[in-house]
Nanobody, 115 residues
Framework: QVQIVESGGGLVQPGGSLRLSCAAS????????MSWYRQAPGKQRDFVAL???????RYEYFVKGRFTISRDNARNTVDLQMNSLKVEDTAVYYC?????????WGQGTQVTVSS
């Protein structure tokens, strides 16, 4: 059993910043990859960033240089610092964690970038 709680979404103006947080709790198993995806209205769900348990990081091209992913292995949390936000970053952001080869999705948190 894995539970995921996301927080930190909201409304921000273009050029602003938000920080998303995700806490994962599990009864057993090894927490490996932690990642963020997003889904804009009427569009497919897209990969945003991931971080492994050894802190290897990968970003999708459209957030590289603006977003920073980090994790705290002791607390089983992953954060996504989002800077220089654009209107096109508006989406529901999902935290996804991989435990022993199985993937678990959070409920999502809304990020709206608008003036």
């Amino acid at each position: 059993q894995v539970q995921i709680v996301e927080s930190g979404g909201g409304l921000v103006q273009p050029g602003g910043s938000l920080r998303l947080s995700c806490a994962a709790s599990r009864s057993a198993g090894r927490l490996n990859v932690m990642s963020w995806y997003r889904q804009a209205p009427g569009k497919q769900r897209d990969f945003v960033a991931l971080i492994t348990d050894s802190n290897s990081i990968r970003y999708e091209y459209f957030v590289k240089g603006r977003f920073t992913i980090s994790r705290d292995n002791a607390r089983n949390t992953v954060d996504l610092q989002m800077n220089s936000l654009k209107v096109e970053d508006t989406a529901v952001y999902y935290c996804v964690v991989e435990v022993d080869g199985f993937f678990y999705w959070g409920q999502g948190t809304q990020v709206t970038v608008s003036s």
